[in-house]
């Protein structure tokens, strides 16, 4: 089997900001909904192994199908607001669609799987049409709906699904909006309402079952803060009447009989005990996995529980006495984040995982050497909402990203000491704003400039504390990246804030701490309270979430005013001296290009030309000239003027355009991007049209002298989709043909290489080279994509002496993508397959 020509190298997602999303495996894995789709991470590895693409709305529910032996799971489920259920099934470990199950009229927001006879599932699962239905799905791959229970106007938030103590009996709990727990049997092929348990006074928000030795537990938690423990067990006939005995204290039992075969049992459920530690609703409770000792199952006694308080607490009973008491406490700290939304164990126990309210998994880890001693782990991050643009630094080591989940993020390769492959993550969060990011330019190594939806531009430069991080972590040299950025001057850190938006820089002098005498008393408030919250990282792994909120912020140098609407669209020049910006404009007085000095900010030119949002700029890579395409269906193109001793400042004045007559697209142009020769550039549109103009050079003058006139001069490639994104790879092709990546907006890459020697009749001078499959693919629209300035896969070159390793690294290239569906991939390209 050849090697494929797309290697997916990276995925950047987090978690769906819903309860019950995260569903960890006996086999390591979590599973958890990010967008539209199910992500499967592998904790050990440190990276995303799949990503199953099958729901048309956002997942909200992922459960694995544990089985009783505690073998590996074959099964998934996942439930999500397009109203279906889809059960996935593992072969050859590979994941395919098995069972999609539709019958809900809303949003699916809890789902639980049980095994049944032979290869049966049964699925339960609740919805906000206000039903609970049971399915179950067989091996020949189809589903039926047993039962619907509907609860009138009520919710049910979560469901969980066990078997009766010694039988085969499937036994449904539902926690919901009526504060009570009700509890279903399925006998004689009915759907029976066996009990309601009252006691929490709030909403309730998770169930879970647990068997124990002959009997079930199961652990309820509400918004009350409280967290419940039921037990449920067999009665014999003789135990039924001794309730007539009042001398004893005991328990109130509430009790239900099964018939079964005309076989009829009698159960009994009771209290165990409340958990009070939590300080705010509790969202999630999970017990830990049972395993095998010997040859036998062992169920611990060990309840996780995760609530909007920002803490995950584990409960154990005590030794001797029996008492249920709090063992562990971990949380999050700092940030003006809200709680967790939910909790899962790893299988053997020693870890623990939480998901946030935006969307953040939070993992701790047994310490080794101090006994009861948790430490928070390394583990994925992402965007969570749609990623708008994103940019490699001109070196090719990192990515900065931004997105309408109001952050800009970094990440980059971690190179670790011992193992081959470096696996990326995000290492700083330099901007946490107020308004949605639109678009960002990297002006140099450590400095860039970032529109959201607000008039003005920010400029942010790097830290001290950020360039010392990240040598450690990319295994770089400290001193040489000082030195490339103005070492003497640099801030430690920055901090926000409490209401402001600016990140100010926080200088070594301001982390002296004050002296702290009994006696010494506040000269001011501000004293009391203080401003920094930055504390320097000395980072040797990526940081946790905590510190990504706080303590990796780049300090903003400056601001950039002149714009009438909200930012939409930046770039920058291969000199590093202009950056161009664009805002969103109906109108041709706004739909202006405005320049600015990247030495001193200051406006140098008002380029006007359009009259409807310009979407996207390209400065080319000679930096000699200015693209710009927009709304109106049209592109511009402006030359720099030849520097005079008068204007020593870089002018650009309008070269050519297309007009009404002269546009080729039909739609709005949505990308461009430049041929690395300067010498051709490409449009992509909504009319499904992408396009190559030039030329933009004479051949074989040295001159910089423009062509009187820039036509096609590709035949018009149709790629079936509204082409959202477009980008032309720097490396040429071994036959000196060009590679392009067009971005669709159904979620998929094409790639095409066209050669501009070969005739463009009939279409001979495109070839399709590869395409992302629908494992690779995203699942909505691509907005973003951005070749890696040279070649090679960034976190692997550089570390190669051989000839031949050198050889074969350079053959490949990486392409990084921005979506629409939370996610930032990347892609490594291997030119040799084309």
Known sequence: ??????????????????????????????????CNSVALYDPQERSVIAVLNGHTGRVNAVQWVHSEDCALESHLVSGGSDNQLILWEVQNEKFSQSVVC???????????????????????????????????????KKAECLHITSFDSGFMMDVSLSLLPGSRVPILACGGDD?????????????????????HEDWIRGVAWASIGGELLLASCSQDCLIRVWRLCAKSGTDTHAEDDHTIIKMKEDVFEVKERDISSVFAVSLETVLAGHENWVYGVHWQPPFYKGDKLQQPLSLLSASMDKTMILWAPEEGSGVWVEQVRVGEVGGNTLGFYGCQMSPDGSMILAHAFHGALHLWSKDQEKEGDWRPGVVISGHFSAVQDLSWDPEGEFIISVGSDQTTRLFTPWRKQDVKLATWHEISRPQIHGFDMQCLAMVGRFQYVSGADEKVLRVFQAPRNFVENFANISGMSREKLLTSSD??????????????????????????PKTNKKEEQFSSVSDQYQE???????????????????????????????????????????????????????KAE??????????????????????????????????????????????SLWRRNVPTPESPE?????????????????????????????????TSSRDKKVIVWGPCKLENTGEPVLPPEIKPCSSILDVGDSATAVAVCPVLCSDNSYLLAVGLECGRILLYRWSPSQETL?????????????????????????????????????????????????????????????SVKIFSINTRAL
């Open 650 to 682: 870089p002018q650009f004045s309008l070269h050519t355009h297309t007009g009404k007559d002269s546009a080729v697209h039909g739609r709005i142009i949505w990308s461009c991007d430049w041929s690395p020769d300067s010498k051709y550039f490409v």
């Open 590 to 635: 706004h739909a202006a290009v405005l320049l600015w000095s990247t030495t001193t900010w200051r406006q140098l030119q008002t380029l006007p030309c359009h009259t409807l949002t310009i979407t996207q700029m390209a400065f080319s890579p000679d930096a000699q000239l200015l693209l710009a395409v927009s709304r109106d269906r049209t592109w």
């Open 532 to 586: 920094s919250y930055f504390h320097p990282l000395n980072m040797t792994e990526p940081p946790p979430e905590d510190h990504l909120l706080q303590n990796t912020l780049w300090p903003e140098v400056q601001k950039l005013y002149g714009h009438g609407f909200e930012m939409f669209s930046l770039a920058s020049d291969s000199a590093r001296t202009v950056v161009a910006s664009a805002c969103k404009a109906s």
């Open 487 to 512: 070492s003497a001057n640099l801030p430690e850190g920055a901090s926000t804030p409490a209401l402001g938006l600016s990140n100010k820089a926080v200088f070594q002098g301001d982390l002296v």
């Open 179 to 199: 504060s009570r727990v009700h509890l279903y049997i399925q006998s004689n092929g009915q759907l029976q309402k066996a009990l309601s348990l009252q006691g």
């Open 1 to 34: 089997m050849e090697a494929p020509v797309i290697e997916t190298c990276h995925v950047a997602c987090c978690a769906n900001r819903t309860p019950n999303v995260v569903s960890w495996s006996r086999g390591g894995i979590i599973a958890y909904g990010t």
């Open 102 to 140: 539709k019958g809900h009229t809303g949003p699916i927001n809890a789902v639980d799987a049980i095994y049944m006879e032979g290869s049966e599932i049964l699925v339960a699962s609740s919805a906000s049409d206000s039903t609970v239905r049971l399915w179950l799905c067989s091996g020949n």
């Open 762 to 822: 009939g279409g001979h001078d495109w070839s399709s080279c590869a395409q992302t499959d629908i494992l690779q693919s995203h699942t909505l629209t691509v907005k973003r994509l951005c070749w890696r300035p040279r070649p090679g896969r960034a976190g692997r070159d550089g570390q190669t002496d051989e000839e031949s390793d050198f050889k074969e690294e350079s053959s490949w290239v990486q392409l990084a993508s921005a979506s629409a569906d939370h």
